[in-house]
T-cell receptor
């Protein structure tokens, strides 16, 4: 089974901190994605990547950046955390082709 | 505008009944359709995918696709309380480079 591992299940950070969310997948998938999920707003795509060192903006990239230095790892960076970035963050991966995603278990981030 | 529409519910069915979840999408050229189940506080889990018109069965789950009418549905037979969750419909739109567009989800409750 594909495994997508997110480094933290729960995280509490202070406003203005730089926050790193890590995601690792173990099935050699080309595609990786970062979403946030908020009640009433559904899943919203932040950034995605189809290859090492490649990144594309999703629907809500403002305030975020990403890094993909290795195929298996895709990091989401909150440059200066704000309270409106309190959310559930979900990482996902998929192989090339029209296949569904496999999601990680999610990181619930609270910014105080 | 890429859209995936689902009734938000909540949908309640008695244990043992058939639960019917519906989803419509906006681009007739879409080829790949997915159903995810998400338990409260957990990440989405892929339960079905369908690419061709007609029905696809997997255990108690049946996905139905009608491309002419641009809808996809999920039937859950012999519903169990453990099926209580939010069900997300997702579509890969043409030209979207393998990204899934998600609906907002239908909350299902199976009453014992």
């Amino acid at each position: 089974d594909v495994k997508v591992t997110q480094s933290s299940r729960y995280l509490v950070k202070r406003t203005g901190e730089k926050v790193f969310l890590e995601c690792v997948q173990d099935m050699d998938h080309e595609n990786m994605f970062w979403y946030r999920q908020d009640p009433g707003l559904g899943l919203r795509l932040i950034y995605f990547s189809y290859d090492v060192k490649m990144k594309e903006k999703g629907d809500i990239p403002e305030g975020y950046s990403v890094s993909r230095e290795k195929k298996e790892r895709f990091s989401l960076i909150l440059e200066s955390a704000s309270t409106n970035q309190t959310s559930m963050y979900l990482c996902a991966s998929s192989p090339t082709g029209n296949y569904g995603y496999t999601f990680g278990s999610g990181t619930r981030l609270t910014v105080v | 505008q890429k859209e995936v529409e689902q009734n938000s519910g909540p949908l309640s069915v008695p244990e043992g009944a058939i639960a019917s979840l519906n989803c419509t999408y906006s681009d007739r050229g879409s080829q790949s359709f997915f159903w995810y189940r998400q338990y409260s506080g957990k990440s989405p889990e892929l339960i079905m995918f369908i690419y061709s018109n007609g029905d696809k069965e997997d255990g108690r789950f049946t996905a139905q696709l009608n491309k002419a009418s641009q809808y996809v549905s999920l039937l859950i037979r012999d519903s169990q309380p453990s099926d209580s969750a939010t069900y997300l419909c997702a579509v890969i739109y043409p030209g979207s480079a393998r990204q899934l567009t998600f609906g907002s989800g239908t909350q299902l409750t199976v009453l014992p």
